[in-house]
């Protein structure tokens, strides 16, 4: 299959989920090509897993400075735009594009599809819903075409949502699938409307050989030594991490806490650690590239991965993070949010806590710093639940047969037929999520 994939920044080093996918679709056998919408980060380490990604990655992306931009268009309509008119003409339909159309945003877009000469697909696949607009309207004025895809994961279901509850009504009508990654996320795209006969939720995925599982130890002198990671947002929930981590240090504890990652809440926790005065048991350690990563997981003991509604609706969808720690052997303590009970059972493969409960998080995390004999035992059942439920290997085939069947190369065959680690598919007759059926697995 012709298998085209819009996302954003690409390879991001906060969305290596969406890589995983893509690679695992390349090693498929299948025809691939990215087209991003919006610049690299300066100063920002690449994602993991780019080698192997297609080489066919192309930014659509308009310059910033609309001068520039107006030039650039201008250019790209005199060399290109006589091949294809009637896509010029389309995307400056202000009337039925909005800004798009009015900033120029889109007729770029259409004419760098001209330009690179690839625009006819059997799938055309957005990694969020706000890139699913995108894709959509590309599809309408005739830039690109094929099946439209559209995979949700997080906020994009959930505060897009929120502030504009009929953002995606035409997405909804128009789209031909829809990948929530969670049973939690199912359920929002079917109270916003979308018809549950296009919903299926399909994890995002790791790639277990990767991530060599090693049973978690800490010798008698040593520190609990703890780590977070990711984004410093609000949904995380890094200031209840600190208030937790604090009541421990209190309790006389021994414990590092090492929090990698950045983001707007970077001074509001610099205040947190100064007020609670644990400076020298806290360390912000900032953006780490993926392989840094891995070398600090596996000098940890616990994951603490606090995530919350934010006060905007911002929610997860299931952190790859929590899967990666997982599957290197550490134990987790996490929150009763959006699709982590889908992956952490609480008692069994981690722990899980109300959000914002901080004497709860703290409990916990006491609870673990004094028995690391059962460190093991959680340590070797959350293996097993990415290996069986969250590898790459097997979700990739699954997202290959949700193609082909899409495509109707299955004849009668289900989008649920075929190989690989269990998925769900979100019912179509009104059953709650917890009755959704579960696909074979190897």
């Given at each position: 299959?012709?298998?085209?994939?819009?996302?954003?920044?690409?390879?991001?080093?906060?969305?290596?989920?969406?890589?995983?996918?893509?690679?695992?679709?390349?090693?498929?056998?299948?025809?691939?090509?990215?087209?991003?919408?919006?610049?690299?980060?300066?100063?920002?380490?690449?994602?993991?897993?780019?080698?192997g990604l297609p080489g066919r990655t192309h930014s659509i992306f308009p310059p910033r400075n609309h001068v520039v931009r107006l030039f650039r268009v201008l250019g790209l309509l005199v060399v290109f735009g006589w091949r294809a008119p009637r896509v010029v003409a389309r995307s400056l339909n202000v009337f039925r594009h909005g800004h798009l159309a009015a900033t120029l945003w889109l007729l770029h877009a259409a004419l760098t599809l001209i330009r690179i000469g690839e625009r006819k697909f059997?799938?055309?696949?957005?990694?969020?819903?706000?890139?699913?607009?995108?894709?959509?309207?590309?599809?309408?004025?005739?830039?690109?075409?094929g099946a439209l895809v559209t995979s949700f994961r997080g906020y994009d279901a959930t505060k897009g949502l929120r502030a504009e509850p009929r953002r995606y009504a035409e997405l909804f009508r128009m789209g031909r699938l829809f990948l929530p990654v969670s049973e939690s996320l199912a359920r929002k795209l079917v109270e916003a409307g979308c018809d549950t006969s296009k919903i299926h939720v399909l994890h995002s995925g790791i790639d277990c050989a990767k991530f060599e599982?090693?049973?978690?130890?800490?010798?008698?002198?040593?520190?609990?030594?703890?780590?977070?990671?990711?984004?410093?947002?609000?949904?995380?929930?890094?200031?209840?991490?600190?208030k937790a981590v604090a009541q421990v240090i209190a309790s006389g504890r021994a414990v590092v806490y090492d929090i990698v990652g950045d983001g707007p809440q970077r001074v509001e926790i610099e205040r947190l650690i100064e007020q609670h005065e644990i400076a020298r048991h806290v360390r912000l350690l900032g953006w780490k590239s993926h392989r840094e990563i891995l070398s600090i997981m596996q000098s940890s003991h616990i994951l603490l991965t606090p995530s919350i509604t934010a006060g905007d609706?911002?929610?997860?969808?299931?952190?790859?993070?929590?899967?990666?720690?997982?599957?290197?052997?550490?134990?987790?303590?996490?929150?009763?949010?959006?699709?982590?009970?889908?992956?952490?059972?609480?008692?069994?493969?981690?722990?899980?806590?109300?959000?914002?409960?901080?004497?709860?998080?703290?409990?916990?995390?006491m609870y673990l710093c004094d028995h690391p004999e059962i460190w093991p035992q959680l340590s070797h059942a959350?293996?097993?639940?990415?290996?069986?439920?969250?590898?790459i290997d097997g979700l990739s085939l699954k997202l290959v047969d949700l193609y082909a069947a899409l495509l109707g190369q299955h004849g009668e065959q289900t989008p649920m037929a075929g190989r690989g680690s269990p998925m769900e598919m979100y019912p179509g007759n009104g059953a709650s999520p917890q009755s959704v059926q579960r696909g074979h697995g190897n």
């Open positions: 299959m012709k298998i085209a994939y819009v996302a954003g920044l690409f390879p991001a080093p906060s969305q290596t989920f969406v890589a995983n996918q893509i690679l695992g679709v390349v090693n498929c056998g299948h025809d691939v090509t990215v087209f991003t919408t919006d610049r690299p980060a300066k100063g920002k380490p690449a994602a993991v897993g780019t080698d059997d799938i055309v696949h957005a990694q969020f819903g706000t890139y699913g607009l995108y894709a959509l309207k590309l599809i309408q004025v005739g830039a690109i075409d599982y090693t049973e978690p130890r800490r010798s008698e002198k040593q520190p609990t030594r703890i780590l977070t990671i990711g984004r410093l947002v609000e949904k995380k929930g890094v200031t209840y991490a600190l609706g911002d929610e997860e969808g299931i952190p790859n993070v929590i899967k990666e720690a997982m599957a290197v052997g550490l134990p987790v303590v996490s929150t009763v949010h959006a699709g982590i009970p889908e992956l952490v059972v609480d008692g069994e493969s981690g722990f899980l806590v109300p959000e914002r409960s901080v004497d709860d998080l703290a409990g916990r995390i959350a293996r097993r639940k990415v290996e069986t439920e969250f590898d």
